[in-house]
């Protein structure tokens, strides 16, 4: 079965370093989105992404945050300046269609865990 | 986005069906009902999705009322394995729209 892979599963950083989560989602899926969920809390909406721009954004998704598909299959999050709040598990997910209604089922990955010290 | 209100946790015997139920009272037209599961430390994971009446697939059962103001997601003969958070999720389709997650029902399955 097809599926979402993430790496790293577990990165540990300082404050204020920049940190890139990577993503492979499924090859034939064209909608990708980041979540995160930090311990204990509900998963949040981060970004979607279609055709090489975003979406949509939350309020959680701001300068700090960018996204990229930098060459077709790859789909990366990366964060500048990490603060101790960034500390979560950042799910990426796709789907072949818009991830809502009757036709588009999210698949996500197991996760990367970042944790900011 | 319609507002979802479920049961915050649920214990059940293993052998059993569960039915968690989840209040959507501003559901739109266009709004489709979709559940999903998640273990710890994982991603969550599609469950089951539906309009209207009734949808059964290999692992659940999803009831929803004519007026679809609720739904209800059966699981029939629970196991161990099936403890985990459970979301209920009303969305439209749409171009590049978030699913937005709740709190979601915690369900423990005991032996």
């Known amino acids: 079965e097809p599926e979402v892979t993430q790496t790293p599963s577990h990165q540990v950083t300082q404050m204020g370093q920049e940190v890139i989560l990577r993503c492979v989602p499924i090859s034939n899926h064209l909608y990708f989105y980041w979540y995160r969920q930090i311990l204990g809390q509900k998963v949040e909406f981060l970004v979607s992404?279609?055709?090489?721009?975003?979406?949509?954004k939350s309020e959680i998704f701001d300068d700090q945050f960018s996204v990229e598909r930098p060459d077709g299959s790859n789909f990366t999050l990366k964060i500048r300046s990490t603060k101790l709040e960034d500390s979560a598990m950042y799910f990426c997910a796709s789907s072949a269609r818009p991830g809502q209604g009757g036709t588009g089922e999210l698949f996500f990955g197991e996760g990367s865990r970042l944790t900011v010290l | 986005l319609a507002k979802t209100t479920q049961p915050i946790s649920m214990d059940s015997y293993e052998g059993q069906e569960v039915n968690i139920t989840c209040s959507h009272n501003n559901i739109a037209t266009n709004d489709y009902i979709t559940w999903y599961q998640q273990f710890p430390s994982q991603g969550p994971r599609f469950i089951i999705q539906?309009?209207?009446t009734k949808v059964t697939n290999e692992v659940a059962s999803l009831f929803i009322p004519a007026d679809r103001k609720s739904s209800t997601l059966s699981l029939p003969r629970v196991s161990l394995s099936d403890t985990a958070v459970y979301y209920c999720?009303?969305?439209?389709?749409?171009?590049?729209?978030?699913?937005?997650f709740g709190a979601g029902t915690i369900l423990r399955v005991k032996s």
């Open positions: 999720l009303v969305s439209y389709m749409e171009y590049g729209n978030k699913l937005v």
């Open positions: 539906g309009y209207k």
């Open positions: 992404f279609y055709n090489n721009e975003i979406s949509e």
